[in-house]
T-cell receptor, first 116, second 112 residues
């Protein structure tokens, strides 16, 4: 158990819909990262928040948005869903704002999104 | 474009065999990590290497960071079924330390 909690574990929805994925980081971790894992693209970095502020942005589509709340939990909002958005979405947390040196990411078990 | 290419993509071996997984890039990384991911779970960190030429051992697993910090290898001695999983290398680039770039992955299956 990494200490990172993600809900829901599985989600099936239709194209054009909007979903929200939730993540609670490990106790004490201020950084939250979102990753998308698909069979053809591997694990792709989407976005990072540190203590409520956006810290780094990766390959996140404009239809996707995220935020980190004062209690440090984070939500990833996916809208106007397309078939290609079907993937595993992972949240990870770390203590530090960056991963230089020996910074470690602790991953949740992921949310599997299926868009039909 | 994947910055980190892993090879092989798939590996199926028998218990007791040795294997090496490679992680290659044309970019220089300030640090490189190896993770293992099992079905239904998120990746779990195995090791972090930060110095060019560094070698780290974790029981039967040996990790090496290339001298130029552009590549890494993972060697497993006497593989066991418990080693089965997806192995991912991940690099942090100087100046973009918040963004960890993951490799393409190597799926290992060890059978009895």
């Amino acid at each position: 158990d990494s200490g990172v909690t993600q809900t829901p574990k599985h989600l099936i929805t239709a194209t054009g819909q909007r979903v929200t994925l939730r993540c609670s980081p490990r106790s004490g971790d201020l950084s939250v990262y979102w990753y998308q894992q698909s069979l053809d693209q591997g694990l792709q970095f989407l976005i990072q928040y540190y203590n409520g502020e956006e810290r780094a942005k990766g390959n996140i589509l404009e239809r996707f948005s995220a935020q980190q709340f004062p209690d440090l939990h984070s939500e990833l909002n996916l809208s106007s869903l397309e078939l290609g958005d079907s993937a595993l979405y992972f949240c990870a947390s770390s203590v530090q704002p960056g991963l230089a040196g020996t910074g470690e990411l602790f991953f949740g078990e992921g949310s599997r999104l299926t868009v039909l | 474009t994947q910055l980190l290419e892993q090879s092989p993509q798939f590996l199926s071996i028998q218990e007791g065999e040795n294997l090496t997984v490679y992680c290659n890039s044309s970019s220089v990384f300030s640090s490189l990590q190896w993770y293992r991911q099992e079905p239904g779970e998120g990746p779990v960190l195995l090791v972090t290497v930060v110095t060019g030429g560094e070698v780290k051992k974790l029981k039967r697993l040996t990790f090496q960071f290339g001298d130029a910090r552009k590549d890494s290898s993972l060697h497993i001695t006497a593989a066991q079924p418990g080693d089965t999983g997806l192995y991912l290398c991940a690099g942090a680039m100087t100046g973009t330390a918040s963004k960890l770039t993951f490799g393409t992955g190597t799926r290992l299956q060890v059978t009895l």
